[in-house]
């Protein structure tokens, strides 16, 4: 089985382990996955809730189907994202249920397709995809772009985070009319303008908070 999850695994995965066993609020968040934190509207229990999520969820479909299927794991605020490929819809249901039984999982959006796995070039034209439209976000500068999770399969590509309406509707443009994009789907939670304002300036507040403190030049050194 080919179960893709988001590089941040690799940033996260020495703190996940305390999370992985239900102490999310007492894990130290390391510096690589403290950077990401900074610029994301998930506080960082969610955040890590989220990896385990991944995880876990990867972890029951392969003990139960090995390399039988292609499924990738996206999780958004607890909210679980399956795309990739099935050999038929019964397995396509099982591999929704594996994961909706993953403690804490508020949704699940099964985008699964029945359809033999993909191939690597297809899936390399996905990266390629997904890379486009992240830049092309940041281009237009309508959002802040890292709150906009992109997720491509087929090139068919899915955008997931916590944004207000008007957010949501400037990524679906911006994604849709990026070269190689043959549809967008929504997989948005969406938030008032009042919940954004508060969110972004809870982020701003952690991110002054963690600034190392500055420091005075050292004074010149007295002339004989």
């Not at 955008?159 to 190689?180: H, K, P």
């Amino acid at each position: 089985m080919n179960i893709r999850t988001s590089w941040r695994n690799l940033a996260a995965m020495a703190a996940l382990i305390p999370a992985l066993a239900g102490c999310f609020g007492a894990v130290a968040v390391g510096a690589g996955a403290g950077a990401l934190l900074l610029a994301d509207r998930r506080n960082s229990e969610t955040y890590l809730a989220d990896e385990g999520m991944e995880i876990r969820a990867a972890n029951r479909i392969t003990e139960k189907y090995g390399d039988k299927v292609h499924v990738n794991i996206t999780s958004y605020n607890r909210m679980l994202l399956l795309t990739g490929e099935v050999p038929s819809a019964e397995v396509k249901a099982d591999v929704e249920k594996l994961a909706s039984g993953v403690p804490n999982v508020k949704s699940i959006s099964n985008e699964l397709a029945v359809a033999g796995p993909s191939s690597f070039g297809g899936r390399s034209n996905d990266s390629y995809i997904t890379s486009k439209v992240k830049a092309r976000f940041v281009d237009t500068g309508k959002f802040q772009a890292n709150h906009v999770k992109v997720v491509t399969e087929a090139g068919v590509v899915f955008l997931l985070g916590m944004v207000t309406q008007a957010e949501a509707n400037s990524a679906v443009e911006v994604a849709r009319t990026t070269g190689g994009v043959q549809k967008v789907v929504r997989v948005f939670e969406i938030i008032s303008p009042e919940q954004a304002k508060a969110l972004d300036s809870t982020v701003q507040g952690t991110n002054q908070k963690d600034k190392p403190a500055a420091t005075a030049p050292a004074p010149a050194p007295a002339k004989k």
